[in-house]
């Protein structure tokens, strides 16, 4: 069973251009967040979708960011213009709402976003 | 307001060596779940276990054991005979489901376990 697919694993890019960050969840997983790490901040929620529609956005920085899930087995992260501040590793994680295993968040490889 | 706190930032043992690694939590809520998570130094976060509010039962699992104690607000995490592919990041979470929602992981900050042989 593949987990959590995360692309690209590493992105570098310079200061105003657009990033897009790719997740394909865990299959029959109905929740997906979005997480990013910094060494500032540890680890902090961006924003989790259920059943592709977006519940909480509380954590998205600003407007410059924003995601979409348009069905359920594809969201992206768009940075949008990208700023050196935003260099982080950027997790998607997926978890089945329902099953015996529901709140056990899967995570993916991660994308590490350099922006210079 | 949900908190966790590992107040350990880096351990250093020597192999085969046991070794506690705290997390304390703080949570207004009744029903809650705790997790450890390992990222060892290829990035990736690897789930290890879950555990609910309602379920003090230590668990353990092959050189991994985990003490739940509701009385400190408590959740640490043992490794018994300590071996160098354990050498990791170590993240102690917090998740408060509420209503249908699975609610979002409250992570530590994370305790660096290093391992030398």
């Known amino acids: 069973d593949a987990g959590v697919i995360q692309s690209p694993r590493h992105e570098v890019t310079e200061m105003g251009q657009e990033v897009t960050l790719r997740c394909k969840p865990i299959?029959?997983?109905?929740?997906l967040f979005w997480y990013r790490q910094t060494m500032m901040r540890g680890l902090e929620l961006l924003i989790y979708f259920n059943n592709n529609v977006p519940i909480d956005d509380s954590g998205m920085p600003e407007d410059r960011f924003s995601a979409k899930m348009p069905n359920a087995s594809f969201s992206t992260l768009k940075i949008q213009p990208s700023e050196p501040r935003d260099s982080a590793v950027y997790f998607c994680?997926?978890?089945?709402?329902?099953?015996?295993?529901?709140?056990?968040?899967?995570f993916g490889p991660g994308t590490r976003l350099t922006v210079t | 307001a949900q908190k966790v706190t590992q107040a350990q930032t880096e351990i250093s043992v020597v192999e085969k060596e046991d070794v506690t690694l705290d997390c304390v939590y703080e949570?207004?809520?009744?029903?809650?779940?705790l997790f450890w998570y390992k990222q060892p130094p290829s990035g990736e976060l690897v789930f290890l276990i879950r555990r609910n509010s309602f379920d003090e039962q230590n668990e353990i699992s092959g050189r991994y054991s985990w003490n739940f104690q509701k009385s400190t607000s408590s959740f640490n995490f043992t490794i018994t005979a300590s071996q160098v592919v354990d050498s990791a990041v170590y993240f102690c979470a917090l998740s408060e489901p509420y209503g249908g929602s699975q609610g979002n992981l409250i992570f530590g900050k994370g305790t660096k376990l290093s391992v030398k042989p």
């Open positions: 299959s029959g997983h109905d929740y």
């Open positions: 949570t207004r809520d009744t029903t809650y779940y």
């Open positions: 994680a997926s978890t089945d709402g329902q099953g015996r295993y529901r709140y056990e968040q899967y």
